[in-house]
């Protein structure tokens, strides 16, 4: 079973910073793709950043440029560092990990781009 448990969300001014965390237990991290994925108030979720068990990344173009997804295979956690955070990032932000046709999500934690 794994699970996945998500962490640095909040309350940040439009042009701010934030990093999230996800940490996952069990075993399959490290040969897993793992994912951020948001949903806004009223829309569909939505892909943000995914990076596979090579490292190869690829952003929703809202993102790029802006966001960087990274791992830590050591520590079984997946970052999302989001830089030059606008309103319309606002939204809570969901960790995915997929393996072989299985995927576990986390709890969510919500972000929030406001003055």
């Known amino acids: 079973q794994v699970q996945l448990v998500e962490s640095g969300g909040g309350l940040v001014q439009p042009g701010g910073s934030l990093r999230l965390s996800c940490a996952a237990s069990?075993?399959?991290?490290?040969?897993?793709?793992m994912g951020w994925y948001r949903q806004a108030p009223g829309k569909q979720r939505e892909l943000v950043a995914l990076?596979?068990?090579?490292?190869?990344?690829n952003y929703a173009d809202s993102v790029k440029g802006r966001f960087t997804i990274s791992r830590d295979n050591f520590k079984n956690t997946v970052y999302l560092q989001m830089n030059s955070l606008k309103p319309e990032d606002t939204a809570v932000y969901y960790c995915?990990?997929?393996?072989?046709?299985?995927?576990?999500w986390g709890q969510g934690t919500q972000v929030t781009v406001s003055s």
């Open positions: 069990g075993s399959i991290f490290s040969i897993s793709v």
């Open positions: 995915n990990l997929g393996f072989v046709g299985l995927e576990y």
């Open positions: 990076i596979t068990t090579g490292g190869s990344t």
